[in-house]
Structures are given as C-alpha cells and as structure tokens.
T-cell receptor, first 117, second 117 residues
Framework: GENVEQHPSTLSVQEGDSAVIKCTYS??????FPWYKQELGKRPQLIID?????GEKKDQRIAVTLNKTAKHFSLHITETQPEDSAVYFC????????????????FGKGTKLSVKP | GAVVSQHPSRVICKSGTSVKIECRSL??????MFWYRQFPKQSLMLMAT?????????EQGVEKDKFLINHASLTLSTLTVTSAHPEDSSFYIC?????????????FGPGTRLTVL
C-alpha cells in the first residue's frame, strides 16, 4: 500500500523567511496530493492541493510542487508570518477511480512549523 | 462551501458507558465519510471508512464491535464508542468526501475530545 514520508518533523523559521516541507510517496498510482494545516486543538484545514497532471500550483504565499518521477512533493511558504505557526500534514491518494480503501488519503506524520516574530 | 460539523465537541464520560459522535456534511452530499483518531502531537490515524448505505470498512487493529459506525444518509455518519475505557480517551475527527468530487478531497469536522474517567 501507499506510504507517505514527511520531513522535517519540526521546523523553526524567522518571520519573513521561507519554509519548505517535503513529502515522498511510494505508490506511483497516487494522483492527488493535498496539504492540511492544523492549529492546536482544531480541525485540519485544506490549504492547497495538486493533481498529478500539473507540476506546480501557487496560491498567494503558498505553493506546492510535484515531481512524479521522483515521487515527491513539497510545500513552500514564503514571507512567513507568526499565524503560519501550526502543524502541516501532507497526504496522497489515488483518487476516486479506485474503489474501497485504495482511494483513501494516506497522511504523513506532520511537520510542526514555528514562525518566530 | 464544504462545511462539516461534528457533535459534541467535547465529552466526558464514565468508564463502561457508550458515547455517540455525529458527523454531518452541511452543504454537500458525502457518499463517503472517514473517522480518524488523533493522539497528542501525532498524525491522523484512520479508523474506518464509512459508506452510505453499507457497512463501514475498518482499518487493521480497529475493533468494529467497539467502534460502531453508521452512515444513515448522505449527510450523516455516527461513531459510537461502546463500553468506553480510559484508553479510548482521544481526539476523534471525522471527514467527508463530496459525492461529486473527482478526487478524494476530504473536509474535516472540528473534532470531538473524548475523556473517559
């Protein structure tokens, strides 16, 4: 089955700097890669996602890149702000073309991002 | 759009009692809902996949007789923790996947903090 590795587990940056979180996946059939932000005690919030038919997607200060050949994808946050501090999870799935549990999201272990003012 | 509610947000119960948690998709239909358990500072652990009108699919190691799941409609799934014990104390989060989605986008509920005394 799919296995998602996420690094680093913790990341501390100075306000205004960039932050990069990397994930690798094992199943080449995976085609959907969302990123979630979870603040302490709250629900995971979908912040950006990418499908396998594109290599990069950007939304203001957040961007995600995907390298299908290498089976890795990354989250880039530029001009970080203290409110970016949270735990970020990457995930991978094969999409709804697969039935049963094969289409489920497989999550990485998370990265705790701390942005120091 | 894509709002998921969860009730209750917090529950404290005595050991041996049962607790029911509701998960509702408020503005979309969800053929599939998911139940996760999250321990402090850890990732989301998928417990089961709930499909409307059929039996839930449980992940390995999750006791189906202890964690009863019912997906009675396209907008409601319930998780009942039967004969709860202190080790069942955790943060339980549901998510819902829109029926019309091409990929397995998941939108999360706010979670339920269960404390078993």
């Amino acid at each position: 089955g799919e296995n998602v590795e996420q690094h680093p587990s913790t990341l501390s940056v100075q306000e205004g700097d960039s932050a990069v979180i990397k994930c690798t996946y094992s199943d080449s059939a995976s085609n959907y890669f969302p990123w979630y932000k979870q603040e302490l005690g709250k629900r995971p919030q979908l912040i950006i996602d990418i499908r396998s038919n594109v290599g990069e997607k950007k939304d203001q200060r957040i961007a995600v890149t995907l390298n299908k050949t290498a089976k890795h994808f990354s989250l880039h946050i530029t001009e970080t702000q203290p409110e970016d501090s949270a735990v970020y999870f990457c995930a991978a799935s094969k999409g709804s073309n697969y039935g049963g549990s094969q289409g489920n999201l497989i999550f990485g272990k998370g990265t705790k991002l701390s942005v120091k003012p | 759009g894509a709002v998921v509610s969860q009730h209750p947000s917090r529950v404290i119960c005595k050991s041996g009692t049962s607790v029911k948690i509701e998960c509702r998709s408020l503005d979309f239909q969800a053929t599939t809902m998911f139940w996760y358990r999250q321990f402090p500072k850890q990732s989301l652990m998928l417990m089961a996949t709930s499909n409307e009108g059929s039996k839930a699919t449980y992940e390995q190691g999750v006791e189906k007789d202890k964690f009863l799941i019912n997906h009675a409609s396209l907008t409601l799934s319930t998780l009942t923790v039967t004969s709860a014990h202190p080790e069942d104390s955790s943060f339980y989060i549901c998510s819902a996947s829109p029926t019309s989605g091409l990929y397995n986008e998941q939108f999360f509920g706010p979670g339920t903090r269960l404390t078993v005394l």
